[in-house]
């Protein structure tokens, strides 16, 4: 198969995890028989440097073209980034939601998986660690308050500012289906997370949510409040499969998810739209204070690729493939800086994508 992939290295430790993510699927296209070929385009703080925006049309336009896009991350220090003097739209941040919109990436799959070499990370207690725990945060990603029209003004000489929450039955359906979807090739349970004792766009999620379960009756559906979901993420996730939700709740839900596996460095995720096309990423940030000094943790952008030739590809084998080499690689003892524990051998960003190449 030939694999047409854009490559997205960003900012911060983006570009050294892409790099090995990108020397684990030339072992993958070596041993499988594959060839793949890169567009290497610039997004974010990168593109604002050479561009003066965080994302060219030209760009979009390249993206588009490609069987799917692989990034690694994007982003500077708020605090000290000079790309944060900038206003909101030409911040690093607005050319990935840009991207999103453009390439309709409704369906955001995060899973947050307790990988068993790792549980001594876990920040619970250990009676609620031992029982693991795998779930799929499946986040709606081009709607909600995201996307909301939004603006600042001064009401009566009081500064107000207006952010609004729309949602529509088809933007709903479609990311329900997706979870649905997911579930039936999972636990085959849904967990759809609102806030439906509050707002109007909760009671039509919850609504049209009901109507898609009609036709999976094999799957067992749920409805939980959000704050209550917050609470259960932590007192007992082995409960959930997976959660589906619209884009905010997602954003949060997402990042207490990934927290909760103490490994952060290990999530990967992918954005769907409604073909095979979707874009892979890492779920943790660009990290810039650790940024060129070899020491990041690449296997969730590694772990992103095997996404991408699974969703993307349906090359099943070999992301199976992917996924037990990371497995051997800790079973073997290997960790970088974030997931190092007493007793085990500390690599750098390559060596770590050496150890699983090595293992394809
Ligand atoms: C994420 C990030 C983004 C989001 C930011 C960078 C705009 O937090 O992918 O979760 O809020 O969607
Ligand atoms: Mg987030």
Known sequence: MELHIASIGGDGIGPEIITEA??????VCEKYGHTISYDDILMG?????????????????IAKKAD?????????????????????????????????KALNLFANLRPAVLYPQLAGACPLKEEI?????????????????????????EVNGVRTAIDTLTYNEEEIRRVAIKAFDVAMVRNKKVTSVDKANVLDSSRLWRTVVNE???????????????????????????QFDVI?????FGDIL?????????????????SMNDTKFGLYEPSHGSAPDIAGKNIANPLATILSAAMMLKYSFGLLEEAKAIETAIYQ???????????????????????????????I
């Open 22 to 27: 990108k020397k684990v699927l030339k072992k």
């Open 129 to 153: 660690s031992a029982r693991g725990f795998d779930m799929l945060i499946m986040r709606e990603l081009t709607g909600g308050l995201y996307f909301g029209e939004r603006h600042t003004e």
């Open 329 to 359: 690689v800790l079973d073997d003892g290997y960790r970088t800086g974030d997931i190092m524990s007493e007793g085990m051998k500390k690599v750098s960003c390559s060596e770590m994508g050496d150890l699983v190449s090595e293992r």
């Open 68 to 100: 799917a896009v692989l990034m690694g991350s994007i982003g500077g220090d708020t605090n000290t980034s000079p790309w944060y003097k900038l206003e909101p739209s030409l911040r690093p941040e607005a050319g990935l939601l840009k991207l999103r």
């Open 244 to 248: 589906l939700t619209e884009n905010m």
């Open 212 to 238: 898609v379960a009609k036709d999976y009756p094999e799957v067992i559906v749920e409805h939980m409040l959000v704050d209550n979901c917050a609470m259960q993420l932590v007192k007992d996730p082995a």
């Open 254 to 270: 997402s990042d207490e998810a990934s927290m909760v596996t103490g490994s952060i460095g290990m999530l990967a995720s992918a």
């Open 45 to 61: 703080g990168a593109s604002i440097d050479v561009h003066g925006v965080p994302l060219t049309d030209e760009t979009i336009e």
